[in-house]
C-alpha cells in the first residue's frame, strides 16, 4: 500500500446525480492532486492542492468541484457529469510542490467512475 | 513544455525472455525521469526513477531503465520477465524547475507462461 486510500473504489451515477470522492493520504504530506486516467491516454492532472490552497485547476469544467478541508483530505465533488466524464480518478500527495528530486508523488488506488 | 511518448500500446513476451518497454521525453530543461507500473483494480506504484548520475538506475522487482540523453529516451528493462509482471507500464517525466509530472500514454505488457 501507498499509503493513499481512495473511496470509493467504483461508482456508478446517473447525469443528474451528485456525489463525491474522497482522499486521504497517510504519510504527512502537504500536497495533493486529481488526475484523470482515460483508457490508452496519458494521466490528465486536474486540480493541485499545496498547504490547503489551490495552485493548479488545469482548465477542469465546474461541474468537478474540489475541497481540501485539510492536508490529509481531499474531496472530487461531482455534479451534472456527461458520458464522457467516466473514467478512473486517481488522487496522489506529495511532500509540497516544490521542484526537489526528492518530491515524489504517492498515488492511491483510484475511484473507477461510470456516468450513465 | 514537456511531454513523453511510449511508442508501443502493447508489448508480449514470452516468460524468462528480456522485457522492454519504450520510453522518450521532451523537456526543455533537465529530466527527472520515473517509471510507474499499474496493476489491474491498483494506482500506480513507484518502480524507479533518474534523477542523476548512473545512467543506468536499478529499481523494483528487478526492474532497470537505462538513460540516454542524446536519444532522449528512458527505456525500462528486465532481463528475465515473469508472468507477473504483466500490467500497464507508465513513463514519466518532470523538468528539474518543476513539479508536475507528464505522463506517457502507458505501455499494457503481458508476459505469457
Known amino acids: 500500500e501507498t499509503g493513499v486510500t481512495q473511496t470509493p473504489r467504483h461508482l456508478v451515477m446517473g447525469m443528474t446525480n451528485k456525489k463525491s470522492l474522497k482522499c486521504e493520504q497517510h504519510?504527512?504530506?502537504?500536497?495533493m492532486y486529481w488526475y484523470k486516467q482515460s483508457a490508452k491516454k496519458p494521466l490528465e492532472l486536474m486540480f493541485v492542492?499545496?498547504?490547503?490552497?489551490?495552485?493548479e485547476n488545469n482548465s477542469v469544467p465546474s461541474r468537478f468541484s474540489p475541497e481540501c478541508p485539510n492536508s490529509s483530505h481531499l474531496f472530487l465533488h461531482l455534479h451534472t457529469l456527461q458520458p464522457e466524464d467516466s473514467a478512473l480518478y486517481l488522487c496522489?500527495?506529495?511532500?509540497?510542490?516544490?521542484?526537489?528530486?526528492?518530491?515524489?508523488?504517492?498515488f492511491g488506488p483510484g475511484t473507477r467512475l461510470t456516468v450513465l | 513544455a514537456q511531454s513523453v511518448a511510449q511508442p508501443e500500446d502493447q508489448v508480449n513476451v514470452a516468460e524468462g525472455n528480456p522485457l522492454t518497454v519504450k520510453c522518450t521525453y521532451s523537456?526543455?530543461?533537465?529530466?527527472?525521469l520515473f517509471w510507474y507500473v499499474q496493476y489491474p483494480n491498483r494506482g500506480l506504484q513507484f518502480l524507479l526513477k533518474?534523477?542523476?548520475?548512473?545512467?543506468l538506475v536499478k529499481g523494483s522487482y528487478g526492474f532497470e531503465a537505462e538513460f540516454n540523453k542524446s536519444q532522449t529516451s528512458f527505456h525500462l528493462k528486465k532481463p528475465s520477465a515473469l508472468v507477473s509482471d504483466s500490467a500497464l507500464y507508465f513513463c514519466?517525466?518532470?523538468?528539474?524547475?518543476?513539479?508536475?509530472?507528464?505522463f506517457g500514454a502507458g505501455t499494457t505488457v503481458t508476459v505469457r507462461a
Open positions: 496522489a500527495s506529495s511532500q509540497t510542490t516544490s521542484a526537489s528530486s526528492y518530491n515524489e508523488q504517492f
Open positions: 523537456v526543455s530543461g533537465n529530466p527527472y
Open positions: 492542492y499545496n498547504f490547503k490552497e489551490q495552485t
Open positions: 533518474y534523477i542523476t548520475g548512473d545512467n
Open positions: 504519510l504527512g504530506h502537504n500536497a
Open positions: 514519466a517525466v518532470r523538468d528539474t524547475a518543476d513539479y508536475k509530472l507528464s
